[in-house]
T-cell receptor
C-alpha cells in the first residue's frame, strides 16, 4: 500500500524558518511534490523533487532523500501570508497520478 | 486564461438524488483529475484521465462515474448521492507525463442531507 506521514500542525513566528517533514511508503516512487492551500482555496503547486537533493524556489526549498523515503519543505523568512496547509504528494508507479498526504497546517504568528 | 473552472460552486442534495459536477480547462492539458477533500484527510483521488479517451479509478471511486467529454472537459457524476459524499470536490489538470504539477479548480462544496 501507500502511506505518507507529515505533522498535522506547525507553529512559527514571522521572519523565522520552518521545516515540514514528509515520510512515505509506496510500492513505486517517481518523485515528491509539495502544494500549498489557503483556507477556502484551491491547492497550488510549490515544488517537485524527482531526484535526491535540494530544490530552491525563492523563500521555499524542498529536499528529497530517496534512500530514506523522506523529504521536507523549508520555508524561510516566514510571512503572515504563509499561514496555510501544506501537502506532500508522491508520484507513484502509476506515474500518471499523485497520492497526497493529510497535510500540515502552518500558523505564522507576529 | 481562466485555467481550471468548476461548476457549480455550491450544491445541496438530498440522499438519493443525482448530479453532475462539471470541469473544464483551457491550458491544453492532456491529463485531468477529480479529488475529494474531507477535513483532516487531505486530497483523495476519485478518478483520473491520463489522456482524452481514457479514464482510470483512483483511491475512492465507489459511488462515482466520470466522463472525459473532450480534451477540455471532465465531468464527475453522482448517481445516487449519500451523506458520506458530503465533501469539497476539486478538479485538476496537468500536462501529459507531468502529474507532479497539477493545476486545480476552485472546488465545489457539496452537502448531501
Amino acid at each position: 500500500g501507500q502511506s505518507l506521514e507529515q505533522p498535522s500542525e506547525v507553529t512559527a513566528v514571522e521572519g523565522a524558518i520552518v521545516q515540514i517533514n514528509c515520510t512515505y511508503q509506496t510500492s513505486g516512487f517517481y518523485g515528491l511534490s509539495w502544494y500549498q492551500q489557503h483556507d477556502g482555496g484551491a491547492p497550488t503547486f510549490l515544488s517537485y523533487n524527482g531526484l535526491d537533493g535540494l530544490e530552491e524556489t525563492g523563500r521555499f526549498s524542498s529536499f528529497l532523500s530517496r534512500s530514506d523515503s523522506y523529504g521536507y519543505l523549508l520555508l524561510q523568512e516566514l510571512q503572515m501570508k504563509d499561514s496555510a496547509s501544506y501537502f506532500c504528494a508522491v508520484r507513484d508507479r502509476g506515474y500518471n497520478k499523485l497520492i497526497f498526504g493529510a497535510g500540515t497546517r502552518l500558523a505564522v504568528h507576529p | 486564461n481562466a485555467g481550471v473552472t468548476q461548476t457549480p460552486k455550491f450544491q445541496v442534495l438530498k440522499t438519493g438524488q443525482s448530479m453532475t459536477l462539471q470541469c473544464a480547462q483551457d491550458m491544453n492539458h492532456n491529463s485531468m483529475y477529480w479529488y475529494r477533500q474531507d477535513p483532516g484527510m487531505g486530497l483523495r483521488l476519485i478518478y483520473y484521465s491520463a489522456s482524452e479517451g481514457t479514464t482510470d479509478k483512483g483511491e475512492v471511486p465507489n459511488g462515482y462515474n466520470v466522463s472525459r467529454l473532450n480534451k477540455r472537459e471532465f465531468s464527475l457524476r453522482l448517481e445516487s448521492a449519500a451523506p458520506s459524499q458530503t465533501s469539497v470536490y476539486f478538479c485538476a489538470s496537468s500536462r501529459a507525463g507531468n502529474s507532479y504539477e497539477q493545476y486545480f479548480g476552485p472546488g465545489t462544496r457539496l452537502t448531501v442531507t
